[in-house]
């Protein structure tokens, strides 16, 4: 291609370049809102975790065990890093 050609395309499709350009940014930040989003329920996640761990029912190990698997299960992560991992995101 040479430069008349580019002017010439330019020149003729101008909407279509900046819709074009608007596409690509709408599509980069889909994928950073979809990232954050993430990030916020795995946080609302371990929060959760943490008020009903901490709070004043008093849980059987049977209890207590089923209830961290179920959380490391939702989280993703394996059951011994989902309180590393809780605590590294919520103080994030």
């Not at 596409?23 to 994928?31: E, M, R, V, Y």
């Not at 943490?50 to 049977?62: F, I, N, Q, R």
Request: include cysteine.
């Amino acid at each position: 291609m040479n430069k008349k050609t580019v002017l010439a395309f330019i020149k003729k499709y101008p909407m279509s370049i900046l819709l074009a350009i608007i596409a690509i940014n709408l599509f980069s930040i889909a994928g950073t809102l979809k990232r954050n989003g993430k990030l916020d329920y795995h946080k609302q996640i371990c929060v959760r975790e943490d008020a009903y761990v901490h709070g004043d029912y008093k849980w059987t190990e049977k209890e207590y065990d089923a209830f961290k698997r179920s959380i490391a299960r939702e989280l993703g992560i394996p059951r011994n890093q989902s309180d590393e991992y809780c605590n590294r995101i919520t103080n994030y």
